[in-house]
């Protein structure tokens, strides 16, 4: 029980490993000498294949016979069906199982590979071969000599040699018979014919316990030598097949003489063991056997028996005499592991005894193991073609090794001798699979000579080796490689069309058709660019211009010709190098600037923006002033204008030269622009009032007057111009009952409303006249007495009511009606201590004023001239050579005293608050003109002047700078000192500011010009205050 356990277990286990090895097993039963084309059996269906419908499939499924190179299949199998045919080479189990006399051991086997890898399997098939009757039984010799002694007892037994027939069961010996004969017998002295024969002996059959059927001959009447010595009979032998074969054969019995002790063997049965390579003479065996008989009768003679196989014969010999069985020939386990040898001892009676030797040939390690390579993808002239791009596990080839040696001698193992992709797969006992391992790389390598060892496990262990060749077929997997990713080009301006400009290089790893490559340039190469597509030349076709464009950015294509085609990219850069072929080019063909007259020596007129297309020294331009008398000067590199005179508009308005710019190119190129500089009013002039004469003056003003006439008019005129000239005329003071009203641009004062007696007297207007200047507008302050009353009675007493009023501040409003010649005294004694006492205090106020003035004042002037000094670009050009001659001064008889103006809070809304201090005499007026703002932005200059300082740093190739203000000595005229700012530009502007309208609130305003231009927007102003 425990037997048949193990053998189910182990079983089973070869079961799982044959499935897991995706290996199977399929027997078919066939007969032999079958004609062509015989169906023996389908494999689809015999092996229940069925394909998972989501398993995808490489390739059709396909059965692949595999069989070495050089032998003659018996069968093919079809490859799309798996259906098995017989071939046009018959099958002959006589000759593929020679020696075979089972019935269930004569097979023949083939192996088939199931492909593709998704669903592969190794089936091994065995065809069990049927026998069929194609051969007769044939007997040893076609004369039978057999002696038999004439003492020979009746039914006495004597062996006749069997028949050989080749086939096997039924179709196997059945029948042996002696032949009666056709004629009538012939008598011939001491003999008899057939016929007396056959009733003389029969024949009985004799079956062996290993089924073979031995004839024996049946001594039916007694026999006489002296009689009939030689019986001659023919004897038959017939197999079972349908129809059955047969043979005959002549059987001559001898009668002899009598011997009635036959030898006996010591041993019948003797077996013994031999190792294979016993040389040639070693003693196998000796036999005794011994004769009850005396002499000659008892000579033992020992010989083989014709039964024993030709092999046997061959290798061993027996001494005649002795029974001394030897070696004839060298044995081999290999060719015949036992022999059976059936040996005769004859003493010449007629039965000899018998005896059997077996004879076990031992193992000896003399056999090195055979290599048996199947291909299951078909080489080409001895070696397998295989893609780099094969799976894993890709079948290549059966290996069977196989050792004829027995036990461990015979127990092979199978490796290869070297680090491959590629590895032997177990399938069967003695069967590998050779198959890809990793992934193959026909760049890495493109063949491999894979040396496959078979090794046995003898001692010493016996090796056998193979050669495989694989090559590796080239796929289109690598794509081509730039020598350099990213090339880069400097090529000069102006080349000739045609010009190559270098030579693009790519590899592939690949070979063949799968490494020629192409190449092409990309989509975004511009179309002044050609590459070759053989060489990789890459020229311009047409003239470069850096000033166009100075660099060029694209891609190249490398691809190679393979199935698919693979390519890759590299960025070509061509950098476009300058030659000296653009002259300097000014942003304008001419330039008018705009300074005002109190911009001082050195000071900023404007900039000139010069532009070259070209780059490096190229485009270094140097600027000039080629006729400007040198009264301007200009920065060689940054085209700043700077004045080498001071200006005075009255003197001269305008001024012309050109400017000549030149680059630094090894063949200089230059071009010139024309200059215009126009000198703009300062506001520096105060109104000065021609009417009233005098503020001593007045004006009667008859109470019957009506409102709205005008009762007196006052006239002021400013040296200035444009706006700077423009007048507005205001009450600011005396007006307190709001009973006169003056027109702000004609100066005429008009009576409001109608007198009335409170209205009666004397009444002080302080009038204030203020130009429109920017940034700050100038004024002059006057004082006009109206005396309303019907008449003037006393002129004199007016005069002193006016020269009193003088002493008034003017804070303080006069003629309230009261004032009249019936005035007592007692009013004027008080009116005057009052206004002696205003005086003293206001003059201790203004001296005291004056005091705290001047040191600040000191103070600043000081700091303002050290902060000249540190910001002017000339150090010994800080003093100015000429001041301007002082201006006409205002009459005598407009100088004034001191007033102190109070603050007023009408009830007027025309009327303007005053605050503070007025210095009103004309040598003090200066010192009470507004200060200039340097924080605001100058109206004397249109708002959108081009802003050249802006347009410099966007265009002129040189760096960008801040112009500074300078401090200059102040003339004398000048209060207020204005740096010109960059935008100070006008472009072809009107060559004179007397073309404009004087009536526009911008005195420089040029949109009444009859002339193009404008003004771009100013930028920020650097001024000082001095």
């Known amino acids: 029980m425990d037997l048949l356990s193990g053998t189910y277990l182990l079983a089973v286990l070869l079961a799982c490993i044959v499935f897991q090895s995706g290996a199977q097993e399929k027997n078919y039963t066939v007969r032999e000498e079958l004609p062509e084309n015989v169906l023996i ?39 799309n069906t798996g259906e098995i045919f017989t071939t046009a080479n018959r099958i002959d189990r006589e000759k593929l199982c020679s020696g075979i006399f ?19 399997r190794l089936v091994k098939i065995r065809f069990l071969i049927e026998d069929i009757n194609d051969n007769a039984p044939l007997f040893p010799s076609t004369v039978i000599n057999i002696s038999i002694p004439e003492n020979t007892a009746i039914n006495s037994r004597y062996s006749v040699p069997s028949a050989i027939d080749p086939d096997i069961g039924v179709n196997g010996i059945q029948h042996y018979e002696l032949l009666k004969p056709k004629t009538a017998p012939k008598r011939t002295f001491g003999s008899i014919t057939n016929d007396q024969g ?47 074969r047969s043979s005959t054969a002549i059987l001559q019995v001898t009668v002899t003489d009598v011997n009635d002790n036959r030898p006996v063997f010591k041993e019948n049965d003797i077996e013994v063991s031999v190792p294979e390579n016993a040389p040639v003479g070693t003693s196998v065996s000796q036999l005794h056997a011994t004769d009850a008989d005396l002499g000659s009768n008892a000579q033992i003679h020992f010989y083989f028996s014709n039964q024993i196989s030709g092999l046997a014969k061959r290798l061993f010999a027996i001494d005649n005499a002795t029974g001394l069985i030897t070696i004839r020939e060298p044995l081999d386990r290999e060719e015949s592991p036992v022999h059976k040898l059936t040996v005769l001892a004859s003493d010449g009676s007629s039965t000899p005894s018998r005896a059997t030797v077996t004879v076990n040939v031992t193992d000896i390690n003399d ?23 094969a799976p894993l596990n890709t079948k290549i080839a059966l290996i069977t090794v196989m050792d004829k040696d027995a036990d461990l001698n015979g127990k092979v193992t199978c490796f290869t001798d070297h680090d491959v992709p590629f590895r032997l797969k177990p399938v069967f006992d ?35 080796s193979a050669m495989l060749l694989i090559k590796i077929k080239d796929e289109n997997d690598n794509a081509p490689v730039f020598t350099q990713p990213i090339i880069g080009l400097s090529i000069p301006e102006n080349n000739a069309p045609g010009t190559q400009l270098t030579k693009i290089s790519a590899t592939d790893a690949d070979s063949g058709r799968n490494a020629e490559i192409s190449y092409i340039l990309g989509s975004d190469a511009p179309p ?46 061509v950098s476009v190098l300058d030659q000296n072929d653009n002259s300097p080019a ?185 130009d429109l200047g920017q940034p700050e507008s100038l004024y002059t302050i006057a004082l006009v007495h109206l005396f309303v009353n019907e008449t003037v009675t006393n002129s004199s007493y007016i005069q002193e009511l006016v020269r009193r009023n003088m002493e008034t501040p003017v804070g303080q409003n006069i003629g309230d009606g009261d004032i009249t010649p019936q005035t007592n005294d007692y009013v004027k004694i008080i009116i005057a201590i009052i206004a002696g006492t205003m005086t003293v205090i206001l003059v201790i106020f203004v001296t005291a004023l004056v005091r705290c003035r001047q040191t600040p004042r000191h103070k600043v002037v000081q700091k303002n001239k050290q902060s000249g000094e540190w910001v002017s670009p000339n150090q010994e050009n800080r003093q100015i050579k000429k001041k ?89 005229k000048h209060h207020v000192i204005q740096e010109l700012p960059l935008d100070n530009t006008f472009v072809v502007g009107c060559d004179s500011l007397s073309k404009c309208s004087s009536s526009s609130s911008d005195p420089y305003s040029v949109s009444e010009c009859s002339c193009q231009g404008g003004f771009k927007t100013p930028g920020p102003i650097h001024t000082r205050q001095l």
Request: net charge negative; glycine share 6%; charged share 25%.
């Open 884 to 972: 301007k001659k002082k201006k006409k001064r205002s009459p005598k008889s407009l100088l004034l005293n001191f007033v102190t103006i109070e603050e007023s809070k009408p009830d007027d809304p025309g009327h303007e608050h005053i605050n503070g201090t007025l210095d009103i005499p004309v040598e003090l007026e200066e010192q009470t003109m507004g200060k200039y703002n340097w924080a605001t932005t100058p109206t004397t200059f249109k708002p959108d002047s081009p802003d050249l300082a802006k347009h410099y740093k966007s265009a002129s190739p040189q760096p960008t700078f801040q112009i500074k203000p300078e401090t200059p000595v102040p003339p004398k």
């Open 367 to 389: 056999n090195v193991p055979s290599i048996d390579t199947r291909y299951i993808i078909n080489p080409v002239n001895g070696t397998v073609l295989l893609s780099e791009k």
């Open 528 to 573: 002044i660019f050609n590459l070759d597509r053989r060489t990789g030349i890459l020229t311009a076709v047409r003239k470069l211009d850096r000033e166009k464009q100075d660099r060029y950015s694209f891609t190249v294509l490398a691809k190679d010709n393979g199935m698919p085609p693979l390519q890759t990219n590299a960025t070509v850069t």
């Open 41 to 79: 059996g389908n494999l689809l269906k015999d092996l229940n294949l069925t394909l998972d419908p989501d398993v995808p499939l490489s390739s059709p499924l396909q059965f692949k016979l595999v069989y070495k190179t050089g032998d003659v299949p018996l069968v093919r199998v079809e490859e």
């Open 430 to 464: 003695n069967q590998f699979l050779l198959e890809t391992a990793t992934f193959l790389d026909y760049e890495a390598t493109r063949e491999y000579a894979i040396k496959i060892v078979a090794s046995d496990s003898g001692k010493p262990p016996l090796n056998q």
């Open 586 to 770: 000014f942003t304008h063909n001419e330039y008018n600037f705009y300074v005002p007259e109190n911009l001082p020596m050195y000071g900023t007129v404007g900039l000139i923006t010069v532009t070259d297309a070209d780059s490096g020294e190229n485009a270094a331009v140097t600027l000039s002033i080629l006729n400007g008398r040198d009264n301007f000067i200009i920065d060689p590199l940054t085209g700043v204008i700077r004045p080498n005179i001071t200006f005075d508009r009255e003197q001269q308005g305008s001024y012309t030269f050109q400017v000549k710019a030149v680059d630094g190119g090894r063949v200089q190129r230059s071009s010139t622009a024309k200059v215009t500089i126009n000198v703009v009013d300062v506001n520096d002039n105060r109104p000065v009032f021609v009417i009233p004469s005098s503020n001593y003056s007045y004006e009667l003003v008859p109470t019957s007057t009506s409102p709205g006439a005008v009762v007196t008019k006052v006239f002021a005129v400013d040296n200035d111009t444009g706006m700077n000239a423009e007048l507005r005329y205001s009450i600011i003071g005396g007006n307190s009952r709001g009973l006169f009203t003056i027109d702000q641009l004609t100066g005429n004062i008009t009576l409001k409303e109608k007198v009335i007696t409170s209205d009666h007297g004397l009444h002080r207007l302080v009038i204030k006249v203020n």
């Open 102 to 120: 089972s019935e269930n051991r004569c097979f023949y086997e083939v192996e088939v590979a199931v492909l593709p890898d998704e669903v592969f």
């Open 198 to 244: 056959q009733n003389v002996f029969g024949l009985d059959i004799i079956e062996t316990p290993e089924g073979d059927k031995w004839p024996q001959l049946i001594v039916q009447q007694i026999l006489d030598r002296e009689q009939k010595d030689t019986y001659v009979m023919k004897i038959k032998v017939e197999d079972g097949g349908n129809p059955p």
